[in-house]
């Protein structure tokens, strides 16, 4: 039996929650920024961001440098580490290698180690301007701004239009309280690039610090022509239409983001605030003016450029912004949830859980976090783990339908199915008219043996939603393997076809609708193209040798059976096959 799991639907909802507790939503619009921001890079970005070196000349740098790349490659930071150690003492002229130290210790957190790596390869190479970032990012991490201010000058001396400096370079100047320098850098940046999304949006963040409105309003909408959905500018504008004490206008913007991204909790909750009236509106406006909502800083900076870089799959790069502030920042648990979220797409399961678990209860990011930890447990077959940690997301919101899917998913793959069940049935009495959420129930009923329950929750599924393809497919096909009622199944797989008429799973389902009705040529016929259109599921395969085999294709049979004997995974299907290959094959003697 094909199951249509909604685990796999509610874990795309739940990782689609990625940016729900930070008040950015990065956007394709916005990613050029990003990319024009290490257009400049002298060294091109190999595995992961990290600087390409040239082979090393010593033998022992060499063999030290190549196994640094394959730990690399495979995912093993630490141990690639100590290989670009050994190969940084064996060669220590080799400006690159030490440019690489560099970046692998950022990432380890060993902020001061790379600062000594990164200085001593700009004493051998000056004109490396990726290296002279990473400094000046580690020495403003560490807290010396100074020193990041004297480095970020040095890069834009060399390249005048490289927008990462301005913007760093900026965002000290406005930390500083210098409004003046800082919106003189961005308005640089723009006269570089007329099109820079950032340089525009920064003086609007200048402009509103200083208090200076109008200006900053101006600078904020050229940012929206430029990208009409950033949410990171929609935010800002609502919040200086509060601080202007127009709350109607805060009200629109808020409502524009949440068409953007509906799961935003802290625009839920403005809105609220908003709505009950404004009583308050005094305090929360100081409140709004405490918050990081009006920060601009090199942190707030380096956190959205990490962002861009992870929208655009730069995950090594976003790794090492991240880590930069968390360097400065340790309390920043926004970034410990990105920094998380990149590990994990790196396949760094155990450090990308080291920084979800570092997200306290009282963090907006900590039902996130809860729900990539169980998304990572749940990879490694660790069910009890990822029950743990969305149990925990559900203490915080207990009647949130999408955590509780993911429960009952979990539940489902450890083959729990009583506690999927009635977790199901929890979800059920929450949205009672929810069709997907039976269609889902009466997939777990089939998988434990409770035949009928499965039809009859089919059957509530289609008769709230008569155009629900996959419950019309199942239920035909439920009936075709139980070879009961054919005329209905037939009547319910071709409603699904009219739906989804080049769904090859629903093909095969009506092809065996003809295998039950002992009509094997028109079974045949449809069976072959549905595996055309699936090719590598071994139930269509094998249900096309089923449908020769008994028009006499014995030689066809034997083909297919042994394609299908190829990808199965299931003992049960395995041993199956086996025994039909044999069957056939007799036959086909026999014939002779």
Same mark, same amino acid.
């Given at each position: 039996?094909?199951?249509?799991?909604?685990?796999?639907?509610?874990?795309?909802?739940?990782?689609?929650?990625?940016?729900?507790?930070?008040?950015?939503?990065?956007?394709?619009?916005?990613?050029?920024?990003?990319?024009?921001?290490?257009?400049?890079?002298?060294?091109?970005?190999?595995?992961?961001?990290?600087?390409?070196?040239?082979?090393?000349?010593?033998?022992?740098?060499?063999?030290?440098?190549?196994?640094?790349?394959?730990?690399?490659?495979?995912?093993?930071?630490?141990?690639?580490?100590?290989?670009?150690?050994?190969?940084?003492?064996?060669?220590?002229?080799?400006?690159?290698?030490?440019?690489?130290?560099?970046?692998?210790?950022?990432?380890?957190?060993?902020?001061?180690?790379?600062?000594?790596?990164?200085?001593?390869?700009?004493?051998?190479?000056?004109?490396?301007?990726?290296?002279?970032?990473?400094?000046?990012?580690?020495?403003?991490?560490?807290?010396?701004?100074?020193? $990041?201010? /004297?480095? %970020?000058?040095?890069? &834009? !001396?060399?390249? @005048?239009? #490289?927008?990462?400096? =301005?913007?760093? *370079? +900026?965002?000290?100047?406005?930390?500083?309280?210098?409004?003046?320098?800082?919106?003189?850098?961005?308005?640089?940046?723009?006269?570089?690039?007329?099109?820079?999304?950032?340089?525009?949006?920064?003086?609007?963040?200048?402009?509103?610090?200083?208090?200076?409105?109008?200006?900053?309003?101006?600078?904020?909408?050229?940012?929206?022509?430029?990208?009409?959905?950033?949410?990171?500018?929609?935010?800002?504008?609502?919040?200086?239409?509060?601080?202007?004490?127009?709350?109607?206008? $805060?009200? /629109?913007? %808020?409502?524009?983001? &949440? !068409?953007?991204? @509906?799961? #935003?909790?802290?625009? =839920?909750?403005? *809105? +609220?605030?908003?709505?009950?009236?404004?009583?308050?509106?005094?305090?929360?406006?100081?409140?709004?003016?405490?918050?990081?909502?009006?920060?601009?800083?090199?942190?707030?900076?380096?956190?959205?450029?990490?962002?861009?870089?992870?929208?655009?799959?730069?995950?090594?790069?976003?790794?090492?912004?991240?880590?930069?502030?968390?360097?400065?920042?340790?309390?920043?648990?926004?970034?410990?949830?990105?920094?998380?979220?990149?590990?994990?797409?790196?396949?760094?399961?155990?450090? $990308?859980?080291?920084?979800?678990?570092?997200?306290?209860?009282?963090?907006?990011?900590?039902?996130?976090?809860?729900?990539? *930890?169980?998304?990572?447990?749940?990879?490694?077959?660790?069910?009890?783990?990822?029950?743990?940690?969305?149990?925990?997301?559900?203490?915080?919101?207990?009647?949130?339908?999408?955590?509780?899917?993911?429960?009952?998913?979990?539940?489902?793959?450890?083959?729990?199915?009583?506690?999927?069940?009635?977790?199901?049935?929890?979800?059920?009495?929450?949205?009672?008219?929810?069709?997907?959420?039976?269609?889902?129930?009466?997939?777990?009923?089939?998988?434990?043996?409770?035949?009928?329950?499965?039809?009859?929750?089919?059957?509530?599924?289609?008769?709230?939603?008569?155009?629900?393809?996959?419950?019309?497919?199942? *239920?035909?096909?439920?009936?075709?393997?139980?070879?009961?009622?054919?005329?209905?199944?037939?009547?319910?797989?071709?409603?699904?076809?009219?739906?989804?008429?080049?769904?090859?799973?629903?093909?095969?389902?009506?092809?065996?609708?003809?295998?039950?009705?002992?009509?094997?040529?028109?079974?045949?016929?449809?069976?072959?193209?549905?595996?055309?259109?699936?090719?590598?599921?071994?139930?269509?395969?094998?249900?096309?040798?089923?449908?020769?085999?008994?028009?006499?294709?014995?030689?066809?049979?034997?083909?297919?059976?042994?394609?299908?004997?190829?990808?199965?995974?299931?003992?049960?299907?395995?041993?199956?096959?086996?025994?039909?290959?044999?069957?056939?094959?007799?036959?086909?003697?026999?014939?002779?």
């Amino acid at each position: 039996m094909r199951l249509w799991s909604q685990r796999g639907v509610k874990l795309l909802a739940a990782a689609s929650l990625f940016l729900t507790a930070c008040v950015i939503t990065t956007h394709k619009q916005a990613s050029r920024s990003a990319q024009e921001a290490r257009a400049h890079a002298k060294a091109e970005p190999a595995f992961g961001g990290l600087p390409k070196v040239k082979i090393p000349e010593r033998a022992v740098a060499m063999g030290a440098f190549l196994q640094a790349q394959v730990a690399t490659d495979q995912g093993h930071r630490e141990r690639a580490l100590g290989y670009y150690a050994t190969a940084v003492k064996a060669d220590p002229y080799n400006a690159m290698l030490r440019a690489h130290l560099a970046t692998l210790y950022v990432r380890d957190g060993q902020l001061k180690a790379a600062l000594d790596q990164a200085e001593k390869a700009l004493s051998l190479d000056p004109y490396q301007v990726d290296t002279r970032l990473l400094a000046a990012g580690i020495s403003s991490a560490l807290g010396d701004d100074k020193q $990041a201010e /004297r480095q %970020y000058q040095a890069v &834009l !001396r060399q390249e @005048p239009d #490289n927008q990462e400096a =301005h913007l760093y *370079l +900026g965002t000290i100047y406005a930390k500083q309280g210098d409004y003046g320098k800082a919106l003189k850098v961005f308005r640089q940046l723009i006269e570089t690039d007329p099109h820079s999304f950032l340089g525009y949006y920064y003086c609007g963040r200048v402009m509103t610090a200083a208090k200076d409105y109008p200006a900053a309003e101006r600078y904020y909408r050229r940012a929206l022509e430029l990208n009409p959905q950033s949410e990171l500018v929609l935010l800002d504008l609502a919040v200086l239409e509060e601080l202007q004490n127009r709350p109607s206008e $805060a009200i /629109r913007y %808020y409502e524009k983001i &949440l !068409r953007v991204n @509906p799961n #935003n909790d802290f625009v =839920h909750k403005r *809105l +609220g605030e908003l709505f009950a009236g404004q009583k308050q509106f005094d305090q929360a406006l100081h409140e709004f003016e405490r918050s990081e909502q009006l920060e601009t800083n090199p942190e707030d900076t380096r956190t959205k450029i990490g962002l861009l870089y992870f929208e655009r799959g730069d995950l090594g790069r976003a790794a090492t912004e991240f880590n930069l502030v968390l360097g400065a920042s340790p309390n920043n648990y926004k970034v410990h949830y990105f920094l998380g979220t990149v590990y994990s797409e790196l396949n760094e399961y155990d450090k $990308a859980i080291q920084q979800f678990e570092a997200v306290p209860a009282n963090s907006d990011s900590y039902v996130d976090s809860r729900v990539q *930890l169980a998304y990572l447990h749940d990879k490694r077959n660790q069910y009890d783990q990822a029950i743990v940690a969305i149990n925990q997301a559900l203490q915080k919101k207990p009647k949130n339908t999408e955590l509780m899917g993911f429960l009952a998913g979990i539940y489902r793959e450890k083959k729990d199915y009583p506690r999927a069940i009635a977790t199901l049935k929890e979800m059920i009495a929450l949205e009672p008219n929810n069709d997907k959420f039976h269609f889902t129930l009466g997939a777990v009923y089939d998988e434990a043996k409770q035949k009928q329950n499965s039809v009859d929750e089919m059957r509530r599924t289609i008769a709230l939603n008569p155009n629900n393809a996959q419950a019309l497919n199942y *239920l035909g096909y439920t009936y075709a393997e139980m070879g009961t009622n054919l005329d209905e199944a037939e009547d319910l797989i071709r409603r699904a076809l009219r739906i989804e008429p080049h769904d090859g799973f629903y093909i095969d389902s009506l092809g065996w609708v003809y295998y039950q009705k002992g009509q094997y040529r028109r079974a045949v016929r449809e069976l072959q193209r549905a595996v055309d259109l699936t090719d590598d599921d071994p139930t269509i395969t094998e249900h096309l040798a089923d449908a020769y085999r008994k028009i006499g294709e014995f030689e066809k049979a034997q083909i297919l059976y042994r394609k299908a004997l190829r990808k199965a995974t299931e003992n049960d299907q395995v041993h199956r096959l086996k025994e039909k290959l044999d069957t056939v094959r007799d036959a086909g003697r026999a014939a002779q």
